[in-house]
């Protein structure tokens, strides 16, 4: 006994669920660099536009997956003829500079130096958000890649007042001064470019107006919307509006502008550091996205969330896998960057571990998790105390050094549902066939849960049936699981199910037949008997056939109810179908076969009168053809006939219409041209005998 619950404690397994109450997220994976490859796919070497070039770069560039010799040389030549051309708009030149700014093409800064004036131009004149943002971020990517060129823009403050002119009191910005609708799309859009605008300022900048954008910033962030799981992300309040956004371009505009604004300004964006990390795992709850523009926005605003100066997120992962505590008896938790890299130096610890149901619950206090610094992962070990059922675990990330460089965003604390598995044991599981009235064993038998052995067993209506089983834990405690069922199914496949019921430490059912006679529509007959008992925590629930069990129930009364129908097999129109016998009519009598053939006969005595007819009024050969060449053409002309006359005894005897017509049109074809030649012969020889 004792060596069996070691075995079944031995294969206890952990499972980690992902549930809506608290779902564990996880960094950006392989699966993401694969997807890249086949949503960015250039066509001979380029891209159908600069944007969708600069969007599969820019990932490429995340993820790490170097795709620059494939496409350089034609997107190059691409960049320099739009940086190149008078026509191109401040939009085409932002896309044309940030594909620059990756591949590193051969630009001069003589080409830099024909744009600058331009934007310069647009930024002075610019009425609406998108004008100055795609201005400002052209000249501020080419302060990135040429330091010879002067982009500075001498009315900075004036230029950053126009664009602050367009903001609304909660956060959000117009597009336009003539657009009364407000747009939290347009407020990313409108820090990043104010971000830009302080890059390229030639003197510093008001710092209370830097001050009130601050608060504008905040403002926005009070808007934010949010799962019960912890995450939180930005959608546009205004549904009808033409430059509606969804929320997953919505959310990566603002973490663009927020994390833009915060590398140029001096000072703290005060934050809650749990909304940060709420926007990570907004992005990362999406999973691989399949479109090209939602994967680049998700992508992006995870590389801006890792390199920011507000906070970083910190990903607390666990395996969605089981793992069994036969192997070392270990949970594995890690914790990362949004994208994968290793997060600084930190300490992972199990706060609690609740049992759910129990009253006090608490199992576990604020347990370190050991570090492990081959796999980069922190290690639980859990107590052997730890029997099998579903707990909620509560982590907590605690970082080591106060004065890090950046700043991360843990989270608090992170609740994990957690499921121990493992074997329950059946013990002392026995059927029973008790008299009615007396109570009385009248016959009883042993059931092996385990094996595959059935028993038979008999009852009559004053009987009674009792089922008896324990179930009990690796660490021997009492096992209620979620479903125990008893079902009998009769020979015509009526079932009935049965909960069975727990008293104590056993499960036990008793089924009075006298009570159950109309239940069981007075069926008499065998019975086969099957057990189900199944958890999410039971590795090895079953569903077992235990025995038959022939009842002999007493005869239905006139008004008894009548078993249901069964539904039918929905295979069993796809079976063999019966065999079709069809008797056809007698045919009708006919005449005898002699009287048949005599009519034939008779059909032809008319052809052979025409030609008795034809010998007797004598037969004109004198002007058939002496010539050879004639001659055959004349015989062609009366096989062609022949052939005809032939055609209409085939039509007649079996061929259908369109066959003899077909048939019929060559045959014509074939006659119009001998008889022709034919009779041409014989006109031109009666003229020449006139003549003469």
């Avoid at 560039?61 to 940086?83: F, H, Q, Y």
């Avoid at 051969?106 to 004008?131: M, Y």
């Avoid at 009024?617 to 002007?623: E, I």
Wanted: hydrophobic letters at 40%; charged letters at 20%.
């Amino acid at each position: 006994m004792a060596a069996r619950t070691l075995a079944g404690f031995l294969v206890l397994a952990l499972v980690i669920t992902i549930c809506e109450a608290a779902s564990v997220f996880q960094p950006i994976t392989h699966a993401h660099r694969s997807a890249a490859s086949q949503l960015f796919t250039p066509v001979d070497g380029s891209f159908p536009s600069l944007e969708e070039a600069y969007e599969a770069l820019r990932s490429f560039e995340i993820l790490g997956v170097d795709k620059k010799p494939v496409i350089k040389s034609a997107t190059c030549r691409s960049v320099i003829e739009t940086l190149g051309s008078s026509s191109s708009s401040p939009k085409d030149l932002f896309h044309a500079l940030g594909v620059n700014g990756i591949l590193k093409c051969e630009v001069k800064d003589q080409l830099f130096e024909g744009i600058v004036p331009k934007l310069k131009a647009v930024v002075s004149s610019a009425s609406s958000l998108l004008d100055f943002y795609y201005s400002i971020g052209s000249l501020d990517l080419i302060k990135d890649q040429s330091s010879n060129v002067d982009v500075l823009l001498s009315d900075a403050d004036g230029i950053f007042r126009s664009i602050k002119a367009l903001s609304q009191s909660d956060g959000r910005w117009r597009y336009s001064s003539n657009n009364p609708e407000s747009s939290t799309y347009a407020a990313g859009l409108a820090i990043k470019t104010l971000a830009g605008v302080i890059s390229l300022a030639s003197s510093e900048i008001d710092q209370s107006v830097i001050g009130t954008l601050k608060n504008d910033i905040s403002k926005l962030f009070d808007s934010i919307e949010k799962y019960d799981d912890g995450t939180f992300y930005f959608d546009e309040k205004v549904v009808e509006a033409q430059e509606h956004q969804g929320p997953l371009s919505t959310t990566s505009s603002v973490v663009r502008g927020l994390t833009a604004f915060a590398d140029v300004t001096s000072g703290s964006i005060k934050l809650p550091g749990e909304k940060i990390l709420g926007l990570a795992k907004f992005f990362l709850g999406i999973g691989v996205p399949g479109d090209a523009k939602d994967f680049f926005n998700q992508v992006d605003s995870l590389a801006c969330l890792e390199n920011n100066r507000v906070s970083v997120p910190l990903i607390l992962s666990l395996p969605a896998s089981v793992l069994s505590l036969s192997k070392k008896n270990q949970l594995k938790v890690k914790v990362n960057t949004v994208l994968g890299s290793n997060a600084p130096s930190l300490t992972v610890k199990l706060v609690r571990a609740s049992k759910s149901g129990s009253k006090d619950g608490s199992i576990i206090e604020s347990q370190d998790l050991k570090f492990d610094k081959e796999s980069e992962s922190h290690f639980l070990d859990l107590p052997k105390t730890v029997d099998v059922g579903k707990f909620l675990f509560v982590f907590e990330v605690v970082l080591h050094d106060s004065e890090l460089e950046k700043v991360y965003a843990t989270g608090g604390q992170t609740q994990v549902p957690v499921y121990v598995t493992g074997f329950i044991k059946v013990d002392n599981a026995e059927i029973t066939v008790l008299d009615s009235d007396l109570g009385s064993v009248e016959s009883q038998k042993k059931l092996d849960l385990a094996g595959e052995n059935v028993v038979s067993v008999s009852a009559n209506h004053l009987q009674k049936l009792r089922l008896s089983f324990q179930l009990t834990t690796p660490l021997g405690h009492v096992f209620k699981p979620h479903q125990v069922f008893l079902k009998l199914r009769h020979e015509t496949k009526v079932e009935h199910i049965f909960v069975v019921g727990s008293s104590g430490k056993k499960f036990e059912i008793f089924l009075d037949f006298l009570g159950l006679v109309e239940k069981f529509y007075y069926l008499s007959g065998s019975y086969d008997i099957q057990l189900t008992v199944g958890d999410a925590v039971m590795e090895n629930s079953f569903l077992k056939a235990i025995g038959q069990i022939e009842l002999d129930l007493p005869e239905a009364p006139e008004k008894a109810p009548r078993p249901p129908l069964q539904p039918a097999d929905p295979y069993s129109k796809y079976g063999p179908k019966a065999e079709i016998s069809h008797i056809f009519r007698v045919p009708e009598k006919r005449p005898p076969k002699e009287l048949s053939l005599a009519f034939l006969g008779l059909t032809f005595v008319p052809l052979i009168g025409f030609l008795i007819g034809l010998l007797r009024l004598g037969v004109n050969f004198k002007n058939f053809p002496s010539s050879a060449v004639p001659a055959t053409f004349a015989i062609l002309f009366h096989l062609g006939i022949a052939a005809v006359l032939f055609l209409y005894f085939l039509f007649w005897l079996k061929l259908d219409l369109f066959t003899t017509l077909k048939v019929l049109g060559f045959l014509g074809a074939f006659l119009l041209i001998v008889g022709h030649r034919i009779l041409s012969h014989l006109a031109s020889s009666s003229t020449k005998l006139k003549s003469a």
